[in-house]
């Protein structure tokens, strides 16, 4: 033990060891050694070019067995007590409160005297926060304005695949799906659209949308009205769209309402016509906004 | 050495005072009390492993061509976010192993985050003077819950960029400023280019900040007001028993850091979580089918599904139905969480301090509200699966969700009321948590066997209490001497006698002194009862007869 001279010696005092324990000893021993022999084997692998699973068992071992050593050392080899100490009460004295009060009072009355300079230096540092918050929002992003109301789907636009090549009106046999584009936007998050092909005679068309659905095509926006997922299965037997996210399903024939699941509103539907050469246009962009609900968005 | 350092800091930083104080410190010592620790633990690793990752990822979702090691992917485009998290996996050395382990470790932060929240409810914890820690907590699971959804979410694969467009839907759905919130975090309708990059920022600094921040608040905290312990003999209001700091629960806390980090470690080398090379990189109109999120989303997504799709519209606005289940449950699940304590003292008006903890038992209301609200996410949790149970046990998917739909109203009563009942009669059980004396087989002189049950703790037992010694250098351990006596070091009994002890009278089973059956167990002298108290062999009582 060393002494610490100077003020005070420092004089060990005697100190309670647990004895013997052989075993244990040895058990810790073991564990620390084990970590070692890990730790080379595990430099080995890295130099080897690294292999995961071994690097993970390695690692387990590694830290396993400083871990073990540890425990077993703190939990059998040094006296476990137990202890009791006493808990201090964590309020304060009383004495010690009303110091306190008083001192708090005291720069509470110099300061509080005048009131005037109190409220400027108040709205000084307020108006300075309020003023900072606007660029610094305003910078994140664009305001919404008409965006969510809109799609780039314009009068006209010429249907794409995904790969950019034209749909025309023999690509889809009855039964078929395939998800679409504007020419100029070929992937668009916000213009997906499915385009499905039924057998003309089972539609049941509403009210106004007689036109909308050439030679068996129906198109409805892929974003699904309850969270915006692709509403990516179709299933040809029912007729139904299927959201993998939360299960809603929607009808075709119907006009994509929703048969199931907590979608609230039905897929909106992309008008569309054959243009003289066979292609599929757009007769002009949704009528109402696409996916999911907003503030802005009414009923 | 180590005496001579101290000495060295000590003139300049006087640290002998605070110091010393903090060396004897005392820990009670029961296994729930390390739930907490595994969540310390598990943000440990997390911290190591995701500096590791943050050299090699790049948070960008420009598109390149993807030229590395995993060929089926080889000349796709890909963003450089989803080409860096194939290259650190693929190309780094460890760098699979450090991703899974980072993967792995979030969801034992967060996991051992929830069990801890849910022992510190049980056994009220919470009360005062823990109010404040209690807060901090709820704060800390929030901040792990987000971090952990925003650090998934950086590879820019498919499932999560799934997950993101839902995320946009819920900032969406908030009322009157929600397309705000989503365009401003978005940087414009989504997906924007803007979501990665921001994603990492919040994901490696300003959320772990956070949480680093409120963890230290939290730890000081509970050091500062010393922590809560058990009902248990010479446990009281008034004192902390335990072990001490330094070097007992510094080695067992130490250790037990480097076995929760090598759980991990075989996990992240041997378990595969979030392959996102078969996932494939994120496409806005391409979707997987049967995906879930991260365990800790679970009741979120199973609350989106169960939701009935009613949608509140009216005078140009909207309400949309994405609100209530995504917005609304998850404000009112944390806001009554972090409100409990306050709520409990406004039911009790219970205003005292309390160090000891309850027994969940003891407080049969409180256990029953608990469980009841724990059933309640924990149905919501399994709805989250709805498509896969329909698949695997070939039900309709209507069925199960209506199915759902209903267990989530029936499940939280009855099981509040089952857990209501139970503590109610444990609580009525004479003895229920105490050990119970063990019956030992015997055979006497004729060869029969009979059971006897074991003494009762010998009084000097019970007098086992620890002692008090904040001022001492030393601290005294209670008495481990008789510890020694009771646990048999004395000389076995029935040394002689050809016909055996007829009787063990003088021969005490003894009480055991850390549980076990009792059966088969050999019995003891009871040296302090002998007159002479020097423990001689008294076996030599049998050849009376």
């Known amino acids: ?299 | 050495m180590i005496t001579q350092t101290a000495d060295w800091f000590d003139e300049r930083l006087g640290i002998a005072k605070f110091t010393r104080k903090s060396l004897n410190k005392i820990f009670p010592d029961h296994w729930s009390f390390m739930l907490g620790e595994i969540a310390m633990y598990s943000f440990i690793v997390l911290l190591f492993t995701g500096v590791f990752l943050t050299l090699f990822f790049v948070p960008s979702s420009k598109e390149i061509i993807y030229h590395g090691a995993y060929k089926p992917l080889d000349g796709h485009k890909v963003s450089e976010a989803y080409a860096s998290t194939l290259n650190l996996s693929f190309s780094v050395r460890a760098g699979l192993v450090m991703r899974q382990m980072h993967h792995w470790a979030a969801n034992v932060f967060v996991a051992a985050i929830v069990v801890h929240l849910c022992r510190v409810f049980f056994t009220g914890a919470f009360r005062k003077p823990r109010e404040i820690n209690w807060v901090i907590g709820t704060m800390l699971l929030i901040l792990a819950i987000v971090n952990g959804f925003l650090g998934y979410s950086l590879p820019d694969d498919l499932i999560s960029g799934t997950g993101i467009r839902i995320a946009f839907s819920i900032l969406l759905s908030v009322p009157v400023v929600g397309s705000y919130l989503a365009f401003f975090l978005f940087g414009g309708n989504f997906p924007g280019h803007s979501i990665i990059p921001r994603f990492y920022a919040l994901h490696i600094l300003i959320i772990p900040a956070l949480i680093a921040g409120l963890l230290g608040a939290h730890l000081a905290i509970m050091w500062h007001q010393k922590h809560t312990q058990y009902k248990g003999k010479g446990k009281s209001e008034r004192n902390v028993v335990g072990v001490a700091m330094w070097p007992a629960y510094a080695l067992q806390a130490g250790g037990f850091f480097f076995l929760t980090a090598a759980v991990i470690a075989i996990l992240g080398g041997l378990v595969q979580i979030n392959p996102i090379w078969l996932y494939g990189q994120y496409i806005p109109y391409k979707v997987s089918y049967a995906v879930q999120p991260d365990w800790y989303m679970g009741w979120l997504d199973g609350a989106l599904r169960l939701m009935p799709s009613w949608e509140i519209a009216g005078f140009g606005h909207m309400i949309p139905t994405v609100f209530f289940p995504a917005v609304l449950l998850p404000g009112i699940t944390f806001t009554a969480l972090a409100l409990w304590p306050f709520i409990e003292k406004k039911i009790t008006k219970d205003t005292a301090e309390h160090h000891l903890l309850d027994n969940p038992r003891d407080v049969p209301w409180r256990t029953s509200v608990g469980v009841g609200v724990l059933a309640f996410y924990v149905v919501l949790f399994f709805a989250s699966s709805t498509d896969v149970l329909a698949n695997s046990f070939q039900l309709s998917l209507n069925f199960v969700l209506w199915g759902f739909r209903i267990l989530v109203f029936v499940v939280p009563p009855i099981a509040a009321f089952v857990a209501y009942k139970v503590a109610k009669e444990a609580g009525s059980v004479p003895g229920t948590g105490r050990r119970k004396r063990a019956n030992v087989i015997l055979r006497n002189a004729q060869g029969a066997y009979y059971t006897e049950q074991t003494a009762p703790r010998s009084p000097q037992h019970e007098e086992e209490v620890a002692e008090e010694l904040p001022e001492e250098v030393v601290y005294h351990a209670l008495d481990r001497n008789h510890h020694g006596e009771l646990v048999g070091s004395a000389a076995p009994s029935g040394a002689g006698g050809p016909a055996g002890s007829p009787s063990h009278s003088g021969v005490d089973l003894g009480p055991l002194p850390s549980g076990g059956s009792g059966i088969f167990r050999i019995p003891r002298v009871r040296r302090s009862a002998a007159p002479d108290g020097n423990g001689e062999p008294i076996g030599g009582i049998g050849d009376r007869g």
Not at chain 1, 70 to 92: C, D, F, H, I, N
Not at chain 1, 267 to 283: F, H, N
Request: charged share 15%; with cysteine; net charge neutral.
């Open chain 1, 1 to 299: 033990m060393t002494k610490v001279e100077r003020d005070g010696a420092f004089t060990p005092p005697e100190v309670e060891i647990v004895e013997g324990k052989r075993g244990m000893e040895m058990l810790v021993a073991l564990a620390f050694v084990l970590s070692v022999l890990a730790s080379i084997a595990l430099a080995v692998t890295f130099v080897l070019g690294g292999q995961p699973q071994l690097e993970g068992v390695l690692l387990f071992i590694i830290l396993a067995g400083i871990g073990v050593g540890m425990v077993a050392w703190g939990k059998y080899l040094v006296p476990q007590g137990p202890y009791s100490q006493e808990r201090e009460a964590l309020k304060s004295e009383i004495a010690e409160r009303q110091a306190f009060l008083a001192s708090l009072d005291r720069g509470q009355r110099q300061i509080g005297r005048r009131p005037f300079l109190m409220k400027l230096m108040g709205a000084s540092i307020g108006v300075f926060g309020l003023v900072n918050l606007f660029p610094f929002l305003r910078s994140l992003g664009p305001q919404p304005k008409k965006a969510l109301f809109t799609t780039p789907w314009k009068k006209g636009a010429l249907l794409v695949d995904a790969n950019g090549s034209t749909v025309t009106v023999n690509t889809l046999e009855v039964g078929g799906m395939v998800t679409v584009f504007p020419s100029y936007d070929v992937g668009g998050a916000i213009s997906q659209t499915v385009l499905i092909r039924v057998a003309n005679t089972d539609i049941t068309t509403r009210p106004g949308r007689e036109t909308w659905g050439p030679q068996g095509y129906l198109a409805y926006s892929k974003l699904c009205t309850h969270a915006g997922c692709p509403v990516g299965l179709y299933q040809e037997l029912t007729q139904q769209l299927l959201c993998p996210c939360h299960q809603s399903l929607f009808d075709v024939l119907t006009g994509a309402n929703p048969v199931f699941g907590p979608a609230p509103r039905p897929l909106p539907q992309l008008p569309l016509y054959v243009d003289s050469s066979g292609y599929i246009r757009a007769q002009s962009g949704y009528d109402e906004p696409v996916g999911p609900g907003f503030w802005e968005r009414g009923a």
